[in-house]
Every structure is written in C-alpha cells, then in structure tokens.
C-alpha cells in the first residue's frame, strides 16, 4: 500500500515528485577502496558519480549531456572506463577518464578507447594488472561480438583475443584468467578459460540448455551460478581443467549473482527467493552460510563488489521505496546506505502482496497486488513485464508509484514464461505456445472479477517492450475486458520485429519466439497488427525514435493501421530516447500522459455493479475460443 503524505499539491505535481526520486546502481570501488563509483539519475539522465565510502556528500564524476551506461573503476590506478551511447542508441564508446588528484579535476584527463559510431562496444572487465580492460565489439561482423583486450596505456589497436559466430562477453577476470561467455541463447551459455600461452578449456561442455545467470573466478576454480540438471541455478564451481564440477549450494531459487572475494576464501551470493532478493556470504565450500540481513528488504540486486581488501562489499539494491548503494562491514555485520536521494519520497511505500491463481489448464500464475491507502482504489491497472526472460519483482518503480499515489491499484503477474520459477515454467511460453501465455492475463483478470474486485471492461492494460506485445495481444484476443490500454515500445508484428531489429539480436530472439524460415506463418498469425479490427479499447503509444531493439516501424504501422480503421489512438514518440526512457523529462510526459489517458477512460471505482442476467452460451464459448 502507499499512504500519501499531506500537502504534496495537485496530481501533477505529486506525479513529478516520484520521478525526482533518483536512483543508484553498479557500485565500482576505487583502487585504494575508499571510495565508490556508480551511475545515478540525480541530474534527470543517467551520469557516473562517486562516493566516499567514509560518508559525505556524493559528486558527479564527469558532466555528459548523454546516458552513461558503465562505470568501471580501475583496480590499480586513479582512472575509470566509462561507456556512453547517443540518445538511447546502445551504440556504446568507451573512454578512459582520470579521476581527480583530491584538488579538482585533471586536464585533459579524457582519451576516447573507441570511435566508430557505428560499432556496439560492450564494456567488460578491467585486468588484475590494471593496464588492459576487455570487452566486446561487433566490429568484425554486426551479427557478433567478438572479445578485445586493450592496452589503455598505449596507443595500439585492441587486440582481438576471442572470436566466433555468436554473442561473446568476457564475463570473469582474476590474474591471467580471463572466463568468456558464449550465448547462444539467452538461457544457454557457454564458458571458456583462457590463460596466456595455455589452449583454450572448455569449462562446461554439456548436451541440451545451460543457463549460467552469473561467473566469478577464484583461488580454486570459477564459481557460477548454473542449473544443470535441475530448475533452478545454484552454486557450481567449475575446476581449471574443466573436470567435473562440484555443487557447493543449493538455495531455494535462482542464484542470480555470484562474486568471489579478493583473498579467494569466500563467496557473495544474490538470491532471488520469491521475487525478492537474499544476499548470503558463503566460505568456498558451501559449509558456512551466513545471511546478510538488509533494510529495507530489496527486490533486485544488479552488481556486488567487495573492496579491493576485502573488507566488505558494497552492493545495489532496489525496493518498492527507491535503489540506493549499500555497504556491508564484516566486523559489525552491519548495512550502511552510502547514496540518498536530493528528493524525498513523497509517500511511504509498503510491500506488496505476493497472490497466486490457477490457470485454464491447471497451472498457478503467481502475480504481486499493490494496493493504495486511504481511499478506495480508483481502478485497477494490469501492468505486464517485458523480456519474455523477465519477472515482475518489488523494486522500486515511479510508474507504478506514481499510480498508487493517484489511488490505482496495480496488478503485475508472472505469466508462463516468467524467469525465477524454474526450468520447465520458464519454457512455457517458447515459440508455439506464446498465446498460452496471453490466455494467462485472461484468467488471472477473471479470478479478480470472481472475487468482485474488478469490473469487465473497466480494467486498464500496460506493459514496454516484450509486456508491449502482451498488452497488444490481449487487447486484441481478449477485447471484452479492457477499458484502457497503453503500450510502450513494444512488439507489434513479430515477423517486421524480427526483419528490422539489431543485427546481433535476431538469432538470439529467434530462439524464444520462432524462425523467420520455419515460423513465419504462425508469427503472422499471432502478430497484433493482424487483428486491430478486434480491439474495442482506447491505445495510447509511447516509442523512442531511436530504439535498435523494437525498431519505431512496430508503433507506426499500429497507430497507422486503427487510424484506418477508426479506431480510437493516442501516440507520442520521443526523438532522443531508444529502448526504454532513460531522460527524466520525456519519463514525467509520458507517465502524465498515461495518468491523464486511464482517467479519462476508466471509471472511478472497481466496485462490482449488481449482477446482471449471464449471457448467453454464445458469447461464452467464443470467449474460450478465442484463447
């Protein structure tokens, strides 16, 4: 629930409030461990900024009228890689900045490492020796990326250390040893040792899928966060020589974030249990487990880094009231909060509800319930998360937030084909049995209207991205239940998505959704834009110009196509801003926008009207039909 603070002015108002709400993210420690690096959105658009671990004030590290995208502090010298893109293109550069002498800035203290504006470079990891930094470029071929290794005191070109037909990351670094992963799909990976002047060992051959959620290299071997043989990833340490591996830990969930200390004796672990996420401290045999207790309770861990001593780590962490950098000290076992927003949040955030129902067919379809306070709910929203490889999780969103404060209760589930549910769920949406999933938003809608908690046809439906495809879709296959519906940069044809998205991405996306040579029938036939004739709900569209994911053309021949038909649309495309909006200014238009649209079509309450007389078979079967 949010319980809303008094005096906070009109609606408008207190909607910019939560978007001044800033955000902190991917903690880098220093050389000499004293302070942290990380990105912040405090000025309106993601920037690098820098924090002293022993408390004060944080500082913008370099001024960027661009996103920065990676922070990588330097382990042996006073510098730090950044990469930034160009109005959301994700067409990432990296450079090498100075940091400053304690005095101010150095001049001149900026040397670019890449240039070619039409080259994705991914950035990596720094090596132990802290004169070469990795990373990944599609540079030899716009389908790949291939591994480079930089010599960031000289002046010669990259060295390509590791090429092949598929997406590549050097993922791990300690010493020498460097660990590459090959993805040949998003839930299949591949992993590779490389040491100097030794062959290349496989790590973790394997017949069928691997997933490999997350690698770090120790005194003993590379600890990864892998599910083989099983539902979900748990603690596997993968010896040199690439033998067997040994399980260290099984958790209940997915190990989703794995880091090995300095001194090599102990292991950081990011669970997710349940949608929210439990840090543990291990010793590298699994034998001490101990919790690391935090407050508040987060939803999503993105980075751990233990000081370069190992005295601590520091680490990200997102709940329903905001995404700040903690630290954790091992000698009072205590969380400290490094970042604070300069906003205060306007309300009190509680947490939700985590509910479940079944399906159709028998499956039960978690989904988390934010309820507002101190009124009765306004109406309800479905909002449905991208991916498919996605998980509605509490972390901390000024969208939903911002809904909850104007009194709308917010529905978010986890249809099949969820992640953090295991192996077998996590499949159930793949290729032939994507409408399995639309069916799901069907069914959870209709155990809310059975409890009498909604009204048909008085609900409202958003989701970006991949969650914009599943609001297209169940606007058009389910039309009878929405009132309103707004989709951001989503999937509108799967067979243009597929022709026109990224050139490295399309194999990957192939593999969840179907082969434009085998599968190309069915995507037409499920593709939205091939039945807007169906839809009875008002659609707003919200695009970014220069999306490489969802290209724009997904929005235009939607907005195009319900213009032709008459058909209630609303648009607005944001000229610098590409997948997701990452500008705090086009952020608070579009969430005003959305506010204003569901007003203005949806009804104030969700109390359920007297019943009216059943309809008829007819209308009955055709509902189930159409699943």
Not at 178 to 200: A, G
Not at 417 to 439: A, E
Request: net charge neutral; charged share 25%.
């Amino acid at each position: 629930m949010v319980e809303a603070a008094p005096g906070l002015g009109s609606e408008k108002d207190r909607l910019v409030r939560w978007f001044e709400v800033s955000s902190s993210w991917l903690p880098s420690f220093t050389h000499d461990g004293r302070e942290l690096l990380y990105l912040s959105d405090a000025t309106g658009l993601p920037q690098a900024w820098r924090v002293d671990l022993g408390g004060g004030a944080s500082r913008r590290f370099r001024e960027s009228s661009d996103r920065v995208g990676r922070a990588d502090a330097c382990p042996t010298r006073p510098r730090v890689v950044l990469a930034q893109d160009t109005g959301g293109n994700e067409v990432w550069q990296l450079e090498v900045c100075a940091l400053d002498d304690g005095a101010g800035p150095i001049r001149d203290a900026r040397r670019p490492l890449t240039a070619d504006p039409k080259v994705m470079n991914l950035p990596g990891r720094w090596m132990s020796d802290g004169h070469h930094y990795l990373f990944s470029s599609n540079a030899r071929d716009p389908r790949f990326f291939d591994v480079y290794r930089l010599d960031v005191d000289g002046w010669s070109p990259p060295e390509r250390i590791w090429t092949g037909d598929a997406h590549q990351e050097a993922t791990a670094t300690r010493g020498d040893r460097i660990v590459i992963s090959r993805y040949n799909t998003y839930c299949d990976v591949d992993l590779f040792v490389l040491e100097r002047s030794r062959d290349p060992v496989h790590l973790n051959p394997h017949m069928g899928e691997l997933t490999v959620s997350s690698v770090s290299i120790g005194s003993d071997g590379v600890y990864v966060g892998a599910n083989p043989g099983r539902e979900f990833l748990a603690l596997f340490r993968y010896p040199f020589d690439g033998s067997e591996p040994e399980l260290i830990k099984e958790f209940t969930g997915d190990v989703e974030l794995v880091r090995v200390s300095p001194e090599g004796d102990r292991v950081a672990v990011a669970l997710n249990k349940d949608g929210w996420t439990e840090l543990h401290l291990l010793d590298r045999n699994g034998s001490k487990d101990r919790k690391v207790v935090t407050r508040p309770r987060g939803g999503w861990t993105e980075e751990l880094a233990w000081r370069p001593d190992g005295a601590g780590f520091a680490f990200d962490l997102s709940s329903p009231n905001g995404r700040d950098i903690f630290y954790w000290n091992p000698r009072d076992d205590h969380v400290n909060r490094l970042t604070h927003s300069p906003a205060p949040l306007p309300a009190k955030l509680s947490e939700p509800r985590l509910s479940s129902t079944k399906s159709s067919d028998g499956l039960t379809l978690p989904y988390w319930e934010y309820v507002p306070a101190r009124r009765a709910a306004r109406g309800t929203i479905l909002s449905i998360h991208g991916g498919p490889e996605g998980q509605a999780r509490p972390w901390f969103d000024p969208w939903r937030a911002a809904l909850l404060s104007e009194g709308w209760r917010v529905i978010e589930p986890n249809v099949r084909g969820s992640t953090g549910y295991g192996r077998t769920y996590f499949h159930l949406d793949d290729v032939r049995k994507r409408m399995d999933s639309v069916r799901d938003v069907r069914d959870i809608v209709e155990s809310l209207i059975r409890a009498k908690t909604v009204q048909r046809g008085n609900i409202g439906v958003v989701g970006g991205s991949y969650g914009g495809f599943m609001v297209l879709s169940s606007i058009t296959t389910y039309p009878e239940y929405w009132g309103a519906a707004v989709e951001y940069f989503g999937i509108s044809n799967f067979v243009t998505f597929l022709e026109r998205t990224a050139a490295y991405r399309r194999a990957l996306r192939e593999a969840e959704y179907g082969s434009l040579k085998r599968d190309r029938d069915f995507l037409q036939a499920i593709s939205p834009v091939n039945h807007l004739e169906r839809i009875r709900t008002p659609l707003y569209v919200f695009h970014g110009r220069n999306d490489p994911r969802v290209p724009i053309h997904e929005a235009e021949q939607i907005v195009r196509t319900l213009r032709d038909l008459g058909r209630p649309v609303e648009h607005l495309y944001f000229e610098n801003e590409g997948h997701g909006f990452s500008r705090r200014v086009n952020q608070i238009e579009a969430a005003r926008r959305t506010t204003d649209f569901l007003a203005r079509y949806l009804s104030s309450t969700d109390r359920q009207p007297t019943p009216k007389k059943p309809a008829p078979p007819r209308t009955r079967r055709s509902a189930k039909r159409s699943g």
